[in-house]
């Protein structure tokens, strides 16, 4: 059985790779290379997988699924410039593909300590544009 | 493996009537989808592509390449037309979005190389909603 937990949180970032030249970056990411930076809604859909447990009927408690994203995402990106405030991100592109990752890989131990296996994690930069990602072995 | 998904729209109208059945049939098997003049929709229509990070860009998809495709193959066939009328594939097949998924995403894999021409990114799946209470989805290992 797969549970959803669905959260948001406000931030900006810039898609530029430190490496390339402003012309390459101009060309690889449009807009979204301005320097300046720009935000998005980002809506965040954190998939796990379980059986529910005899007793309380529950894959996991939501609560707690909950007091988890947000001690260990939502309170680092919310409201912030991602690549200048959130690390990997002074590093690693901020684009959608390596926020969820970033998001696995901050939830996928802390959840597992409660017997959590995480599915995936969907994470929706605009209404039309989403990435899933599946850990690293699917 | 990283899945991306882009949703899109178009406005087109389409009647449900096949050819091979009688007026009776149809109105009975089509009911009001079977109007003679035709009816309308905004289909509202998501397609994925996956594939691996691609290190230089830190994505696995580069959207306006997508955008780019589903303008040329999608969008400018299919939007603000008369399906039944101006669509050749539909002139045998009906416009059922089923068929409307299918050809979408042949269209889509047909033209793919011209824009990924690369290993990555593939096609993965094509969703249609006909309207917010009828969806239809198609992928790569539905043939």
């Known amino acids: 059985m797969l549970i959803t937990k669905r959260v948001e949180f406000s931030a900006s970032h810039v898609c530029r790779n430190p490496q390339l030249s402003d012309h390459e970056n101009q060309e690889l990411f449009g807009m979204a290379a301005n320097p300046h930076g720009h935000g998005h809604n980002y809506v965040v859909d954190i998939t796990l997988e379980g059986e529910p447990d005899p007793v309380t009927g529950m894959v996991l408690d939501l609560k707690k699924l909950k007091d988890v994203v947000n001690r260990e995402v939502i309170t680092s990106y919310d409201h912030r410039f991602l690549n200048y405030e959130v690390p990997p991100f002074d590093r690693v592109v901020p684009t959608p593909e390596n926020i969820a990752i970033d998001i696995w890989k901050r939830l996928q131990p802390q959840l597992a300590k409660d017997g959590g296996r995480l599915h995936a994690v969907r994470i929706y930069e605009t209404p039309d544009l989403f990435v899933d990602y599946f850990g690293e072995a699917a | ?143």
């Open chain 2, 1 to 143: 493996m990283i899945r991306v998904t882009r949703r899109y729209r178009f406005s087109s109208s389409h009647r449900l009537h096949a050819n091979r059945l009688s007026d009776a049939e149809n109105a009975s098997l089509y009911g009001k989808c079977n109007n003679p003049y035709g009816h309308g929709h905004d289909y509202e229509i998501e397609i994925s592509a996956r594939g691996p990070l691609e290190p230089r860009s830190g994505r696995a998809v580069d959207p306006a390449a997508l955008d780019r495709l589903v303008e040329e193959q999608v969008l400018r066939t299919f939007d603000h037309t008369y399906l039944n009328s101006e669509s050749a594939i539909f002139q045998e097949l009906v416009p059922t979005t089923e068929n409307l998924a299918r050809a979408v995403y042949t269209r889509l894999q047909a033209s793919w190389n011209s824009v990924f021409p690369g290993p990555w990114p593939v096609l993965d799946k094509v969703r249609i909603a006909e309207t917010p209470r009828n969806i239809f989805e198609v992928s790569e290992n539905d043939g």
